[in-house]
């Protein structure tokens, strides 16, 4: 399903792609979403409008560390899973250890559902299939096998020589299902081996839905071997749409639910030629017909669907079907204000959620996307003026397909900047602006994109940070954190702290004798330690509103945001509130006064001097420190570890072993600043002789040492 160009030269999947499939009676819509942290949000909006994941675990790496990452999102998502064990045809392939790997470090309880089949080949075993621990039944494929050819389907009865070990397996499946759901244990004491084989797929649905166990096939995709299986179990043992619980409520009376017309959830927009930009979404109640007026809650307006289309990868075609149902993953065209993560409801729909606003928070929380701030930035130029139009419009069209890039333009040399999660996530935009969208342009060095905080009282200490949002990481992998719920714009503070209140004045008198006025009274606080780094959140009281027309609260709130985009040292501040708590007004405020006046106060408040504001210091730079994991052999550890503490500033340090017995190899894991890794690729292959490898992924901003 990799179909872009820079997808197939690096050999990795960019971009998710969705594809729909039948198998025996079943429709399954496929979402096939990115492994590198790069574009991890790829996965994160993903998760959204899923109902079931198939985790995809290496034979002899195991769980490497972007499928923690991943695991954790499913978590916060309480999506149920199967795994599936891939490349078994490598040396030293272990479906054992792979279990092994997924116990210890997701944190589950893996459930073999087959038991893989070697022969002997030379001095080395043969992948050659599976035996089903359900039904006995072996699947056996020959050594030319290519992925077109079919197994050679038998029995294993007692007769056979591999009888008693699958016996083995089979036992231990039975009664690993029966220590984790109580009406299958009574089921299997009354009646042991005996149990009839729909009880054991009930059994093993229940676990499967309530997160209990985690299911786990085996094979080798790339020659076909366990494809097919995998499609039964996954048909067998996952939530269809029916069984997912979504958002609900009752009316006035609390008899009747609420049921909705349409809901439409967007989770991906591509650009497709002459059809614009299209959208990719999830029908999550009734059903959607081509020409269907929806109502987008994110922006209260209305749009249009012009057409319903079919997708295979990056082929697009008109549906011959002109109704969506619930449960499908369609591609929209036609729609001018999606956006991933965007609820589109009915008209009708629409009048109820705004009637009953715990159901419409339910719903905005489900939609809700985690974006990561970007840690990496380089200038854009074109190679002529007549170009500047062509990227500003490869640009927008970049931004609404990949919500973690951001633009803006440096105030001082007027230069396009271009921020995103990594070296390679900007290489690859940039790769697009090239290629896709045939606009000449060239870059600046990159560089890292730091945020600027103000002290406020808080222990800005590294450490104490990292322990803060270490804490805070743990609590999200059981519970998704509360404030990333819609209209959650306000947090609690750490105490001590300080709270600055500012009377801004703004007074000037024009040429003519105009005079311009207006006052307010401003507090600033610290948000929580562990939303140090997250953007900077605004308050007006309902006092000061009452007092303003639509316009001049419009312009008070975008002076406030404009006032933090770009501190002191030239970065966004973060990790503060700011709340208005009364305004003084004459005939004379007019909404350019209110903004000076905003405008005035908070820049003297982030004065890198210091001091012009009573209670407020000196901004504090904030850089980002990655989660960083370094896979080598032993031999390796000492060089690794003294290469992590003195040279790379790591802020923490852990050892583990792999689960790969054949290599031996251990892992370390290591928090450090990203500034301090750059280019640790090639140092690590100094280190390690080149057997080294290692993965990193942003945690959090951190004040700089």
């Known amino acids: 399903m990799d179909f872009m160009p820079q997808e197939k030269e690096r050999g990795i999947t960019i971009s998710s ?13 496929i979402i096939d979403t990115p492994g590198h942290v790069d574009f991890s949000v790829e996965v994160e909006l993903a998760t959204r409008v899923l109902d079931g994941c198939v985790v995809l675990v290496d034979a002899v790496a195991g769980v490497q560390c972007q499928t923690k990452s991943v695991w954790r999102r499913l978590n916060r998502r309480n999506l149920p899973a199967v795994a599936f064990v891939n490349k078994m045809d490598r040396i030293g392939a272990s479906i054992e250890s792979a ?28 992948f050659a299939g599976f035996v089903d621990l359900l039904t006995r039944t072996k699947f056996e494929w020959q050594a030319a096998t290519s992925s077109q050819s079919a197994p050679a389907v038998s029995t294993v009865d007692a007769g056979d020589d591999a009888f008693a070990e699958v016996e083995r397996w089979r036992e231990a499946l039975l009664e690993q299902l029966a220590s984790h759901d109580d009406e299958f244990m009574e089921l299997y ?115 249009k ?95 609404a397909e990949d919500p973690s890039l951001a633009v803006d333009k440096d105030a001082e040399t007027g230069q396009l900047i271009l921020r995103g999660l990594g070296e390679l996530h900007l290489e690859v935009a940039v790769d697009k602006l090239r290629r896709q969208h045939r606009v000449p342009v060239s870059t600046g060095q990159t560089h890292i994109a730091c945020r600027e905080t103000l002290q406020l009282g808080r222990e800005l200490d590294a450490a104490h940070l990292l322990s803060c949002v270490s804490d805070r990481a743990k609590l999200s992998d059981e519970d998704e954190d509360d ?76 002076a406030l945001r404009r006032s ?5 040292r030239g970065y966004p501040v973060t990790g503060v509130r700011v709340r208005v708590l009364s305004v003084e007004r004459d005939a004379n405020t007019t909404p350019g006064a209110i903004r000076a006046c905003v405008s005035t106060a908070l820049s003297h408040l982030l004065s890198a001097h210091g001091g012009q504001v009573e209670g407020a210091d000196v901004p504090v730079l904030l850089e980002p420190v990655m989660l960083l994991e370094v896979t080598a052999p032993p031999t390796c550890l000492g060089n690794i ?24 190899d251990v892992v370390v894991e290591a928090v450090a600043p990203l500034r301090s890794i750059l280019g640790y690729a090639s140092s690590l292959r100094s280190l390690t002789k080149g057997e080294g490898s290692f993965t990193a992924e942003y945690l959090a901003h951190l004040p700089m040492e």
């Open 483 to 558: 404030d990333n719920a819609a209209g959650a714009d306000v947090d609690a503070t750490d105490e001590p702290a300080t709270v600055v209140r500012h009377a801004a004045r703004y007074e000037r008198v024009l040429e003519g004798g105009k005079r311009l006025f207006a006052a307010f009274d401003l507090e600033v606080a610290p948000l929580a330690a562990h939303r140090i780094s997250a953007p900077a959140q605004f308050a007006v009281d309902d006092a000061v509103k009452a007092q303003l027309s639509m316009n001049e609260r419009d312009v008070l709130a975008d």
């Open 641 to 664: 570890v003294s290469d992590l503490t003195s040279n790379r500033r790591a802020l923490q340090v852990h050892l583990r072993s792999t689960d790969d017995e054949a290599s031996g």
């Open 99 to 126: 279990m092994s790997s997924m116990a210890q470090q997701l944190r589950t309880t893996p459930l073999a559902m087959q038991m893989p089949v070697f022969v002997k080949n030379g001095q080395d075993d043969r």
């Open 305 to 399: 669907v012009n057409s319903l289309l079919t997708v295979d990868a990056d082929e697009f075609a008109a549906a011959n079907e002109k109704t969506a149902l619930t449960g499908e993953v369609v591609c929209l065209s036609g729609l001018r204000a999606a956006a991933p993560g965007d609820l589109l409801v009915s008209r009708r729909d629409a009048v109820q959620l705004n009637r009953h606003a715990s159901l419409r928070a339910q719903w905005m929380r489900r939609a809700s996307v985690e974006i990561p701030p970007p840690v990496f930035a380089l200038a854009l130029e074109t190679e002529s003026s007549s170009h500047v139009a062509a990227l500003e419009k490869a640009l927008v069209v970049l931004l």
């Open 564 to 568: 933090f985009e770009r501190g002191p």
């Open 189 to 303: 004491l009354e009646q042991d081996q005996a149990v009839p084989l729909d009880a054991v797929l009930q059994a093993l649905r229940r676990t499967t839905l309530s997160r209990r166990l985690l299911p786990v096939f085996c094979g080798a995709t790339l020659k076909g071997m366990g494809t097919q299986a995998l499609l039964d179990g996954v048909t067998a043992l996952l939530p269809s749409p029916l069984d997912v619980q979504l958002p609900s409520a009752t009316d006035k009376g609390g008899k009747t639910p609420i049921e909705l017309e349409t809901a439409v959830m967007i989770f991906k927009l591509s650009q497709q030629g002459g059809r614009g930009l299209v959208a990719f979404g999830r029908v999550f109640a009734g059903r959607l017909q081509s020409g269907a007026a929806l109502r987008n809650l994110r922006v209260d307006q209305e749009d």
């Open 17 to 29: 792609a969705a594809i729909s499939c039948q198998w025996k009676g079943h429709t399954i819509n």
